[in-house]
C-alpha cells in the first residue's frame, strides 16, 4: 500500500502541510463546533437522543486522527494533484473541496437519519467549507514555502 504512496506522499513538505492542516481543523473545529456555535447546534439537533457525547466522554485520539486525516486530504491533492502552492489557491480549493464533501456528507446524513434537522445539516456545511478554506490557506501556504 504504501509503496504506492511513497513517491508523492511521504515527502516531509507533504506532511508538514498535513500536519498543519491537521492541527487548523482541530483547533478550528473546537473554536466553531464546542464553542461559537455549540448552543445553536443544539437546537437544530434531530429526534434522535444520546447522540452527541458530553465533553468528558470525548475520544480525542479519534477527534485528533480524524482531524489529521483531513488535513493530510487536503495536502495529498494540493502538493500531488492540483499543484496548489499558495494560500490563495488553497482557500479556493479549500472551500471547493469542504463545501463538496460536506454538502455529500450531511445531505445524505439527513436524509437517512434524525440527527441533525435540515438547518443544522445546512448550517455545518457552512462551517465545514469555512473551516476548509482557512486549513487549505494554511496547506496552500506551507507546500508553495521554497
Not at 443544539?42 to 475520544?59: E, F, L, N, P
Not at 473541496?97 to 445539516?121: C, E, H, K, P, W
Amino acid at each position: 500500500f504504501f509503496k504506492l504512496f511513497k513517491p508523492n506522499f511521504m515527502n516531509t513538505k507533504t506532511i508538514v502541510a498535513g500536519i498543519l492542516a491537521g492541527v487548523a481543523y482541530f483547533f478550528l473545529g473546537w473554536i466553531m463546533y464546542a464553542t461559537l456555535l455549540e448552543s445553536t447546534f443544539a437546537s437544530m439537533q434531530g429526534s434522535a437522543t444520546g447522540v452527541m457525547r458530553a465533553d468528558s466522554d470525548m475520544v480525542y485520539w479519534a477527534l485528533i486522527l480524524g482531524s489529521l486525516g483531513m488535513g493530510f486530504t487536503l495536502a495529498y491533492v494540493f502538493g500531488n494533484w492540483a499543484g496548489i502552492s499558495s494560500a490563495a489557491g488553497g482557500i479556493k480549493a479549500g472551500a471547493t473541496m469542504g463545501f463538496l464533501i460536506s454538502l455529500g456528507f450531511d445531505m445524505v446524513g439527513y436524509a437517512t437519519s434524525n440527527i441533525m434537522q435540515l438547518n443544522g445539516a445546512i448550517l455545518d456545511i457552512v462551517v465545514y467549507t469555512i473551516n476548509s478554506a482557512i486549513a487549505g490557506a494554511i496547506a496552500g501556504w506551507w507546500l508553495g514555502r521554497s
